[in-house]
């Protein structure tokens, strides 16, 4: 009994790697539920929690994509190609 | 010696994913995007002599691919007239003079809207550069990409405990580099 109770207790830096992979749904049931328990009495991972799914929000809202490695290779030819005859 | 120099071979591991997202929301499409971007390179090669080096490299780039971006419009304004276009444009002035509106068709954001996320999106990219590299190159596969950890695990050669720890460092620094403007 007390060692599992001792399990369900994780440190600040533990809680707050749970709480990244939350942001990403990649968090565990026994994550999650470790988390909110270090939540109820850790007053600077309620904090950062909070900040850190702000920047999911943020994050989210600037819709940012990246452009498809095949593009970036088109791209790079094109300019190997045209700057050795513009700037030999 | 200039300040800033030009070095093409990486123009596109350095700035293509800022291009993109700049000239994405401006013209809506990907393809006529990539046309775009590659038009931009190419010009920008052309004209690499006329580089005095007083701005950075990235907001030469830039300004050589809004040029593009106005060109696009006044062709397809005078092919079509279809989207109501305004542009304001100063030949030697900063980024943020430049001033587009479209009408959008789909989307129930404001064009107004539309460019303040697009902004947000390009201060994440700012905040990225000034990481690690190779960090930020693992966040923006795991945050914008979406893809998962084994995927990227396997990409870059390391372990899910080596990636939570970069993905955490990368998050904590991003949130602290935005705070000012947009937290
Ligand atoms: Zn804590």
């Not at chain 1, 968090?27 to 999650?32: I, L, T």
């Not at chain 2, 809506?28 to 080096?53: C, M, P, Q, V, Y």
């Not at chain 2, 304001?88 to 009408?103: K, R």
């Amino acid at each position: 009994m007390g060692v599992k109770k001792k399990n369900f207790l994780i440190d600040c830096s533990e809680a707050g790697i749970c709480c990244d992979k939350a942001q990403y749904k990649d968090a565990s049931f026994s994550e999650k539920a470790k988390l909110l328990i270090h939540l109820i009495y850790c007053k600077i991972c309620r904090k950062r929690t909070f900040r850190n799914s702000k920047l999911t929000k943020l994050i989210k809202e600037s819709k940012l994509q990246s452009c498809p490695e095949d593009q970036k290779k088109v791209w790079k030819e094109q300019i190997q190609t045209k700057n050795t005859t513009e700037n030999p | 010696m200039a300040a800033n120099s030009l070095n093409p071979n990486n123009w596109v591991d350095k700035y293509s994913d800022y291009l993109f997202n700049y000239t994405i929301v401006r013209v809506n499409d990907r393809e006529i995007a990539n046309d775009i971007i590659s038009e931009t390179f190419l010009a920008a090669l052309k004209s690499a002599k006329n580089f005095k080096g007083e701005a950075s490299e990235r907001t030469w780039l830039i300004s050589i691919l809004k040029r593009k971006i106005i060109d696009y419009y006044r062709k397809i304004n005078s092919r079509k007239g279809k989207a109501e276009v305004r542009i304001n444009y100063n030949t030697d002035s900063n980024e943020g003079d430049w001033l587009e509106e479209q009408v959008a068709d789909s989307s129930d954001m404001t064009a107004e809207d539309v460019m303040e996320n697009n902004e947000l999106g390009l201060a994440i990219l700012d905040c990225l550069d000034s990481i690690n590299e190779k960090h930020a190159a693992i966040f923006k596969r795991k945050t914008i990409d979406g893809l998962d950890t084994e995927e990227i695990c396997n990409e870059f050669d390391i372990t899910p405990s080596n990636l939570w720890v970069i993905i955490h460092r990368a998050r904590t620094a991003l949130a602290a580099c935005l705070e000012k403007n947009w937290f």
